[in-house]
C-alpha cells in the first residue's frame, strides 16, 4: 500500500482522533536488530508503521493500535507539566507515570483540558483516562 493512500484512508476512518490536530506521518521499517541474540532482520519490501504525534494533552483513547495489520505508535511531543518533573535515570517508568501525577494536574487544568480536548462536559475521571496513554 503507498504511503500516501495509507495516510488518507487512516485520517478518513479516524475524524474524532483529527478534529484534535496530531500530526501523522507514515514511516518504512527496512530492518531491526534483536538485543537477545543481536541478529538484524531486514524487511523488503519495508514494514509499515503509523505514527501518531501529539501534545501531553490529547486524548489518547483516540490512537488506534493498529489499523489494517499496520501498528500504529502513540508518541508524546514537547514538554511535560509540571507534575512530571525530569525522569532520573534510576527512576522507575512506573514511578514516573504515577497515576497521581496525572491527578494532580487534572485537578489543577480541567477546563483548559476541556478546552483542548474540546469536550466541555469531560469529568476529571474522562480526563484521566484519555490523558494516560493504554
Do not use: W
Not at 15 to 31: G, H, K, N, R, Y
Not at 83 to 99: A, C, G, K, V
Amino acid at each position: 500500500m503507498q504511503k500516501d493512500v495509507l495516510l488518507k484512508m487512516f485520517k478518513e476512518a479516524n475524524p474524532d482522533l483529527m478534529a484534535l490536530s496530531p500530526i501523522i506521518e507514515v514511516d518504512e521499517i527496512t530492518e531491526s536488530s534483536s538485543s537477545a541474540n543481536s541478529e538484524i532482520t531486514v524487511y523488503d519490501p519495508p514494514l509499515l508503521l503509523l505514527k501518531v504525534s501529539h501534545t501531553f494533552i490529547f486524548d489518547n483513547r483516540l490512537i488506534p493500535t493498529g489499523f489494517h495489520g499496520i501498528k500504529v505508535m502513540n508518541i508524546i511531543i514537547g514538554k511535560f507539566p509540571l507534575e512530571f518533573p525530569e525522569p532520573q535515570t534510576d527512576m522507575p517508568l512506573e514511578d514516573y507515570y504515577n497515576p497521581e501525577r496525572y491527578i494532580k494536574f487534572i485537578n489543577r487544568n480541567i477546563s483548559f483540558i476541556r478546552k483542548e480536548l474540546k469536550r466541555p462536559d469531560l469529568s476529571k475521571e474522562e480526563a484521566l483516562k484519555a490523558l494516560t496513554i493504554k
